[in-house]
């Protein structure tokens, strides 16, 4: 089963959703925003991403920009920054099965699906 994590605002996360839908598999959606990640979930898919925590974090958040640019950060304190604004976190998530990545571009979404 596919998922994808959501924010219907954004315009790459429509596009990724869309190459979701027509692909013709079956798929859940999770609007990240109103269904806030755990720390346990969060960490679970950065470690299917094979990132870091910071390579998830939108910088140019103004929540980021005032809070917490220019700090030393431990990977806790990141994940805890995005657990507590989830607008920090890069969208869309897209996990099938052992695979996950970050549709940026959307066009990524189509190697793991």
């Given amino acids: 089963m596919i998922t994808i994590y959501h924010n219907p605002r954004c ?3 429509r596009e990724g959703l869309q190459l979701i839908e027509n692909s ?3 798929f859940a959606i999770i609007k990240y925003l109103d269904e806030q990640f755990s720390e346990i979930q969060l960490k679970k898919v950065i470690s299917l991403l094979e990132i870091s925590p910071l390579e998830l974090v939108r910088k140019n958040e103004p929540i980021w920009k005032s809070d917490f640019k220019g700090k030393t ?4 304190a990141i994940i805890s920054a ?3 604004h989830p607008k920090l976190i890069e969208r869309p ?3 099938n099965g052992k695979k996950a990545v970050v549709g940026r571009p959307p066009e ?3 190697e793991i699906i």
Avoid: A, P, T
């Fill in 11 to 13: 315009r790459k996360s």
């Fill in 24 to 26: 013709g598999k079956d």
């Fill in 73 to 76: 950060l431990s990977d806790e």
């Fill in 82 to 84: 995005m657990v507590n």
């Fill in 93 to 95: 998530i897209v996990i």
């Fill in 108 to 110: 990524q979404i189509l």
